[in-house]
Structures are given as C-alpha cells and as structure tokens.
C-alpha cells in the first residue's frame, strides 16, 4: 500500500453524532485532493457509540479511514498526540471532530505546507461560540503570546492546523505530561504561517470543555511551560521585604522624634515580623526556581532538533552493514 502524503488526525470523544457527517466530508475532501490522504481517527475513551463507528469506518476503507482506540480518555491533547503517532503522512492536518471547523479548508491548509512552511495555524473567521467560551479562549491567547516571546500565532485555540513532518518528529520528541501541541510546534518549526478560516457553531453535541476543565488547562499550560510564578514570588518576598525596612526606618524616626510614639515597640515588632515575612517569600521562591530547574529537566525536552544534515558524505564501510 502506497505511503499517503497527507494525514489528518482528528481526536473524537462522544461524537457519534457528528461522525457521519465528518466522514463523509472529509472524504469527500481527501477524494478531491492530489495529494493521497489518510483520515485518523482517535477514539479518547467515548462512552457512546463512537469507538464502534469508527472501527466499521475503518472496515469499510481501510488503507483511507485509520482508527486509533485509546483504553479510556485521556484528553484532547493526549488523543491529537497518539494520532501523530501513527501517523505516516509528509503532511499531517490537525481538526476537531465537532465540524465546527469545516473540512473543506484541509486543502488550503496543505497547499500552504506543500509551499514549504512547516506550522500553518489559523484564524476564525466570525467565531461562533458562546461568550464564556471566546472570553476563556482570548485568555489562552494572551498567555501563550506571553510565554512564547518573540514569534506567535494570533489565535491559538483553533485546532485545524497543519505540521510538515520535522515538526510532527520534533513533537513525538517531546515526551512530557500534559503538552500543548500547536504551541510546542511553534517552537520546531522555521517557517510559520496563519490563514484565515470560516468557522460553524458545533453541528451536534455540546462541548467537552466545561470551566473546570478550562481553568485546568490554562493551569497547566502555566506551569508546564514557564517557571514565571515562582519568580514572581521572589518577587514579591523582595518587595515585601523591603516595604518591612523602610517601615521600620519611618518608625524608627518617628520614635526619635516624639519618644512616646511606637507604642513601646510594638510597632517596630511589626516591621520585623514583615521583614521576616518578605525573607520568606523570596526564600520560597528560591527554592522554587530549583524546583523549577529540576521540572525542566525532568521534562527531558529535546534542546534542539535537527531538520537535515547537509555535506556528509556516507561511510561507505558503515552503509554496508
Ligand atoms: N476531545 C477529546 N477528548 C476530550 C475532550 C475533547 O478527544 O477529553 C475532542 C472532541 O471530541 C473534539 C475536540 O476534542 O473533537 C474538541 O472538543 P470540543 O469541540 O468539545 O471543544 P471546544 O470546541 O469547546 O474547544
Ligand atoms: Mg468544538
């Protein structure tokens, strides 16, 4: 069987009733395109009959529809990440199973990679989600800008994106907990680009994310990715610290002035106790910034990743082995 050039993972908890119309689409979409496609469909542990029509789908074109089967849900993340995994394709489209981004803009998408970019994200066009839903998603944003420094993507919580194949490796890479896939391609990738794309009210279902999970995510993109909080805290230590000291001048001064002020030290036992306080803080955040050095490396992130090495001539003695 032929290798496709395009492989499109869509993760699926509790879609069954999407997936009907998502094959077909999408199928319609791959039949039209060049390039050879495979569609991979990652089962996150759905309790409905999703896993069963993914698997009859599978049945029916193999070699075209590939299911993927996780033992129970493990997070959208999770599910895009083992979808990455098997896959073979140069190209390789993320998309959500809700058809809330429509299938019938993959082949912009992949004409975008096939002109060489390695990470093509996308912009909603008049985003058609509820208020809460825009406001929490606005807030990811702003703080994957933040932490990303430098080169960033406008909108990041659209998950139709699409990765050339380096970049796919340099994710499979990265073995930590809890990733956040279209920020940590970002990082791999050189050439990156952003296209507009129109954007649907979920066409069944409700969605997965309620604001507990929300809040758990945005949680854990902060602390997965930067070890800002805990210098932060230093922060605040020194500052406090320092806010106890010159407390304490003013009432030290003020006691010289005028000998019955200060009521009989109590208050210069406060400015020692914020002193004390400040010192603290800033002690914690110290160890924290350890804590920290020890997460990164922990997380055992590739430093680097190399795309192509160009100029070495094979060991002929090697290659024969
Ligand atoms: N999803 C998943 N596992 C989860 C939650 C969601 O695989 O634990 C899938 C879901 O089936 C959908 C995509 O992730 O294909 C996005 O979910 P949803 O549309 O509910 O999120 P929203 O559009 O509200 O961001
Ligand atoms: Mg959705």
Redesign the pocket.
């Known amino acids: 069987m032929k290798q496709p050039e395009v492989s499109i993972v869509?993760?699926?908890?509790?879609?069954e009733a999407n997936l009907p119309e998502l094959l077909r689409r999408t199928l319609a979409v791959c039949h039209q395109m060049k390039p050879s496609c495979e569609i991979i469909l990652?089962d996150?542990g759905s309790e409905d009959s999703s896993m069963e029509m993914i698997l009859a789908a599978a049945e029916e074109h193999p070699g075209e529809i590939v299911g993927v089967i996780l033992s129970t849900?493990?997070?959208?993340h999770a599910?895009?990440t083992a979808g990455l995994e098997v896959s073979q394709g140069k190209y390789v489209v993320t998309m959500?199973?809700?058809l809330?981004n429509p299938p019938e803009e993959i082949p912009k998408l992949v004409e975008k990679l096939e002109e060489g970019y390695d990470v093509v994200g996308t912009i909603r066009e008049n985003r058609q989600?509820t208020f809460f839903?825009k406001t929490a998603?606005r807030m990811v944003n702003f703080m994957v800008r933040k932490l990303c420094r430098g080169r960033t993507m406008s909108d990041y919580?659209c998950?139709l994106r699409g990765y050339a194949r380096p970049v796919v490796n340099a994710v499979l890479q990265c073995k930590e907990q809890g990733k956040f896939i279209p920020m940590l391609a970002m990082s791999y990738g050189r050439r990156v680009t952003e296209i507009p794309v129109k954007h649907a009210e979920?066409s069944a279902?409700?969605?997965?994310?309620n604001c507990w999970k929300l809040i758990a995510l945005q949680y854990d993109l902060l602390t997965g990715t930067s070890t800002f909080p805990l210098r932060m805290l230093t922060f605040l230590g020194f500052v406090i610290a320092l806010f106890g000291i010159l407390f304490g001048i003013v009432i030290f001064i003020l006691s010289q002035v005028d000998k019955d002020w200060g009521a009989e030290g109590v208050f210069a036992l406060f400015a020692i106790v914020i002193i004390l306080m400040g010192g603290q803080f800033a002690g914690m955040g110290l160890l924290g910034e350890y804590i920290g050095k020890i997460h990164l490396n922990a997380r055992g992130r590739p430093q680097y990743f190399i795309e192509k090495i160009a100029g070495r001539v094979p060991d002929p003695e090697k290659s024969r082995k």
């Open positions: 869509i993760p699926v908890y509790n879609e990652v996150d849900n493990f997070g959208q599910a895009v959500d199973a809700d809330q989600d839903r998603s919580g998950m979920r279902g409700t969605s997965k994310y």
